[in-house]
């Protein structure tokens, strides 16, 4: 074969390689999707509400090794599909960037959310309106009865307790601190629906404030360009805290009007929540982990 013939064969084989199409894959040679973990999913039944709910846990890396925990933060409406997902990844933020204290995240699944968050109606209106509503006690006792002593029992918790929750969730979070304080250490009311009930709960509130016992705890409230009846029913309860609330109870108000609404203040807020109740030293913030506070490496 001449070297002109040569190259020519190698270049029709070339060519002919070419023009001709690689088969697609099978789908049994396409490999899976790995699902990735979010944390532990258990069902409990409750015999108060007569009913199966998701009950949600974020675990920090490190946790199965001792890592300290700082808190567990009990968020209302953490179904799967609800905010159980959001939250655990600002769990998670505050795991990898050291900037708040580490701690345990469950999420509480709620399912008729006018009955189960909200204290019976006085008004009218809202007896008429929401006649479904009264369940707050009731889903009180399953978080302090059911709730609470399962995770207790089965995981290793931290120093405080809080509770979180948005719009009828934070009512929720709200009306719990005025009728059983004792229940958690810190409480988060982002955007509490306070017009409820003609905004009954904030104008009882200066007599459930003195006689409830608040030292020790701690109140977080946010609220976003609300405006109306919301606005103005949260404005009566900080009033009633700022001139009424007993030594030892910590508030803290975050005013959002300028820049969130009701729809957006959530995720940003609960992150806000969680530097502002559980910075960690100074020390722990800015320094790797791997570091003591004294600057020296622990290998």
């Avoid at 001449?2 to 084989?13: G, I, V």
């Avoid at 009701?262 to 530097?275: D, V």
Wanted: charged letters at 20%.
């Amino acid at each position: 074969m001449t070297e002109r013939t040569f190259f020519l064969a190698l270049t029709a084989a070339l060519l002919a390689a070419c023009a001709t199409p690689t088969p697609p894959l099978s789908p049994a040679a396409i490999e899976a999707p790995t699902i990735l973990p979010l944390g532990e999913q258990h069902l409990l039944a409750s015999a108060i509400l007569g009913d199966t709910r998701e009950i949600n846990v974020w675990l920090p890396s490190g946790y199965a090794e001792g890592r300290e925990i700082g808190a567990v933060i009990y968020v209302l409406d953490g179904g799967a599909d609800q905010d159980f997902p959001h939250i655990a990844g600002l769990g998670q933020l505050g795991a990898l960037s050291w900037t708040y204290e580490t701690f345990i995240i469950v999420g509480i699944q709620t399912k008729d959310r006018q009955h189960e968050l909200t204290p019976a109606a006085t008004d009218p209106r809202f007896v008429q309106g929401f006649p479904q509503a009264g369940g707050a006690p009731a889903f009180r006792r399953f978080l302090a009865e059911e709730v609470r002593p399962f995770i207790e029992a089965r995981y290793r918790t931290g120093k405080r307790t809080a509770l979180m929750g948005e719009s009828l969730a934070g009512l929720f979070v709200t009306d719990t601190l005025l009728e059983q304080p004792e229940l958690f250490d810190d409480y988060i009311a982002v955007s509490p629906s306070l017009w409820w009930d003609a905004g009954r709960i904030a104008a009882q509130a200066p007599a459930k404030l003195a006689g409830r016992g608040l030292g020790g705890r701690r109140f977080y409230m946010a609220m976003a360009d609300e405006g109306g009846t919301m606005e103005a029913g949260i404005a009566s309860l900080r009033t009633a805290i700022e001139t009424a609330a007993p030594a030892g109870f910590e508030f803290v108000w975050a005013d959002r009007s300028a820049s969130e609404t009701h729809a957006t203040i959530y995720h940003g807020e609960a992150l806000a929540a969680f530097r502002r109740l559980y910075p960690l030293p100074p020390w722990e913030r800015d320094a790797p982990w791997w570091m003591s506070p004294e600057g020296t490496p622990e290998r």
